[in-house]
């Protein structure tokens, strides 16, 4: 008879397991787009802005509905929705930038200094928001696939990664991993401790430090009075 201590030897452990994230910090970031979206200066802003931030609200309500508590269930349909919404925001927040720019190149656009200051904090606000959620849902195919520790290959290769002796059992990023890689893209113009690994990665990363680069270049621009008519 098999001695089942015997038996178990040479065999590899099994991995650790591990826990899906919670949906609130994801939830929390899309309520914190949509509240910035709500308090920005109305003035100089396009007809029915509001209705942005009540689809993305409702969107975001059908999600956790269909998958509450954590974020665990492996569904295509679940990962377009998420992405769905998250492009509206991109979207609201690349129409945001643009309709910004003009305004403020624009000396004759009739839109305060205030309002052009208060509105390109809030849009500079949530486009690193938006992009961080970029990150979180395409990165090794989404939360739920990166808790099932699903083999995928990364985009971004994060600091804990090179020194998993220091890491808990079972450690994968989750939002907030994201949210400082999109913060400290946007602030220093580059990943400071994450690698992005695959193109559409950099490209993407790129994208946002451009983006917060015309922001800031803008914005500042108007604060010391250097465009013209103001």
Not at 61 to 72: C, E, K, T, W
Not at 178 to 184: D, R, W
Not at 214 to 220: G, P
């Amino acid at each position: 008879m098999n001695d089942p201590a015997e038996a178990g030897r040479g065999r590899s452990p099994d991995p650790p397991k591990r826990q899906a994230e919670r949906r609130w910090p994801m939830a929390t970031a899309v309520l914190a787009v949509a509240f910035f979206q709500v308090i920005t200066p109305k003035e100089g802003r396009v007809s029915l802005w509001w209705l942005i931030p009540v689809v993305e609200i409702v969107m975001l309500v059908f999600l956790i509905v269909r998958d509450p508590g954590r974020i665990d269930r492996r569904s295509r349909a679940l990962r377009r929705q998420t992405i769905a919404l998250i492009a509206l925001m991109a979207a609201a927040t690349m129409t945001g930038v643009l309709i910004l720019s003009v305004q403020i190149l624009d000396g004759n656009s009739g839109v305060s200094a205030t309002a052009l200051l208060g509105r390109g904090a809030t849009v500079w606000v949530t486009n690193v928001i938006v992009f961080s959620l970029w990150y979180w849902e395409l990165d090794r195919g989404g939360p739920a696939e990166r808790a099932a520790g699903a083999l995928r290959d990364p985009a971004f290769l994060f600091q804990e990664e090179s020194m998993p002796d220091r890491l808990a059992a079972g450690w994968f990023p989750t939002y907030p991993d994201y949210l400082y890689l999109s913060f400290s893209t946007a602030t220093a113009f580059s990943a400071t401790d994450t690698s992005p690994v695959r193109t559409w990665a950099k490209m993407t990363l790129m994208l946002e430090s451009a983006l917060s680069l015309v922001i800031a270049i803008l914005v500042v621009a108007r604060a010391i009075n250097v465009l013209p008519g103001t």
